[in-house]
């Protein structure tokens, strides 16, 4: 196998960049609620965002390490990033490279933690461990039920109400109450992935929440996800809790809609890789307009 590759495309499937919504919407708009703050620090922002996309491109990396090591990628399978089994990158250098990003991060965790709270990095460390274990180790939290509650809680609430604590040094109701239904998307995505490797999966002996459902039920249980998150929301503007602004993010609907409705009619694998693209991409316009709306919410207050 090679150590490296010249073609940047490569490594650029290797990130998974469909995926890496999950990763700067939560950043986007904890920074959000926290720009009202009198000391808000864009370089904060900037650090932040950084950390967390580096610690999900090494998080699909190790996936894409232990899915190989374990047999459950080959040359035919499709979705995957397929650095190892198709362009002949070592597996090595996979595993490498994936430390590498885990070590950058916590660099820049440690700098941030030096200029706020150390109990940062000990969050942030936490996430990490999360990050690796997702795919590796003896039993992995890809193979159980637990997938979409791990990314949801790490990559939704722990990481907006950081960016949001590094600028305003609290926490408060609003920040956690907003968080929620961008776990719940979150979760969306790993569990179309799961539904979209549901046959393989299966196959592996792998136990995820879309195979103890069951693929039709996985589909509704998806679409539950979107109407929740989009509830969530609405909940919060008609209640007061929030403005009316973060209702901008109704604009994620119809793409939430497109998503289900591929599951539904899906008759190729890559149909499915396209539901599972518009479930991604429901959450990038989903927490987009989110953000949108609070800094709305707060030019406008």
Same mark, same amino acid.
């Given at each position: 196998?090679?150590?490296?590759?010249? @073609?940047?495309?490569?490594?650029?499937?290797?990130?998974?960049?469909?995926?890496?919504?999950?990763? !700067?919407?939560?950043?986007? *708009?904890?920074? %959000?609620?926290?720009?009202?703050?009198?000391? !808000?620090?864009?370089? !904060?922002?900037?650090?932040?965002?950084?950390?967390?996309?580096? *610690?999900?491109?090494?998080?699909?990396?190790?996936?894409?390490?232990?899915?190989?090591?374990?047999?459950?990628?080959?040359? @035919?399978?499709?979705?995957?990033?397929?650095?190892?089994?198709?362009?002949?990158?070592?597996?090595?250098?996979? /595993?490498?490279?994936?430390?590498?990003?885990? #070590?950058?991060?916590?660099?820049?965790?440690?700098? &941030?933690? =030096?200029?706020?709270?150390?109990?940062?990095?000990?969050?942030?460390?936490?996430?990490?461990?999360?990050? /690796?274990? /997702?795919?590796?180790?003896?039993?992995?939290? =890809?193979?159980?039920? !637990?997938?979409?509650?791990?990314?949801?809680?790490?990559?939704?609430?722990?990481?907006?109400?950081?960016?949001? /604590?590094?600028?305003?040094?609290?926490?408060?109701?609003?920040?956690?109450?907003?968080?929620?239904?961008?776990?719940?998307? &979150?979760?969306?995505?790993?569990?179309?992935?799961?539904?979209? @490797?549901?046959?393989? @999966? +299966? =196959?592996?002996?792998?136990?995820?929440?879309? &195979?103890?459902?069951?693929? =039709?039920?996985?589909?509704?249980f998806l679409a539950g996800m979107f109407i929740l998150a989009i509830a969530w929301i609405a909940a919060l503007?008609?209640?007061? %809790?929030?403005?009316?602004?973060?209702?901008?993010?109704?604009?994620?609907?119809?793409?939430?809609?497109?998503?289900?409705?591929?599951?539904?009619?899906?008759? #190729?694998?890559?149909?499915?890789?396209?539901?599972?693209? $518009?479930?991604?991409?429901?959450? +990038?316009?989903?927490?987009? $307009?989110?953000?949108?709306?609070l800094l709305l919410q707060y030019w406008f207050s």
């Open positions: 196998m090679k150590l490296f590759s010249n @073609d940047w495309k490569v490594w650029w499937r290797l990130l998974r960049p469909h995926t890496l919504t999950a990763s !700067f919407v939560p950043v986007c *708009i904890g920074t %959000a609620l926290a720009l009202p703050h009198p000391n !808000f620090r864009p370089s !904060f922002f900037f650090l932040m965002l950084i950390a967390s996309m580096l *610690i999900q491109c090494a998080s699909n990396m190790f996936n894409e390490y232990y899915d190989y090591q374990r047999g459950l990628d080959t040359k @035919d399978s499709v979705g995957i990033g397929g650095a190892i089994v198709r362009d002949g990158i070592a597996p090595s250098t996979v /595993y490498r490279i994936a430390i590498a990003f885990l #070590s950058v991060a916590f660099l820049l965790g440690l700098y &941030i933690s =030096s200029q706020t709270s150390w109990c940062i990095i000990g969050i942030g460390f936490l996430c990490m461990i999360v990050a /690796y274990l /997702y795919s590796g180790g003896p039993y992995p939290i =890809s193979a159980t039920p !637990f997938g979409e509650i791990a990314a949801g809680l790490c990559l939704g609430v722990i990481v907006i109400e950081i960016a949001y /604590y590094i600028q305003t040094g609290t926490i408060n109701l609003l920040s956690v109450l907003i968080s929620l239904p961008t776990a719940i998307l &979150i979760g969306a995505i790993l569990m179309a992935n799961n539904i979209r @490797d549901l046959e393989e @999966d +299966t =196959s592996h002996g792998r136990k995820t929440l879309a &195979i103890l459902l069951g693929r =039709s039920r996985a589909v509704k503007s008609f209640s007061g %809790a929030a403005s009316l602004w973060p209702l901008l993010t109704l604009i994620s609907l119809p793409k939430a809609i497109t998503a289900v409705n591929k599951f539904h009619n899906a008759s #190729s694998r890559q149909a499915e890789i396209e539901a599972m693209i $518009a479930t991604a991409q429901t959450n +990038t316009i989903f927490g987009l $307009a989110l953000s949108i709306g």
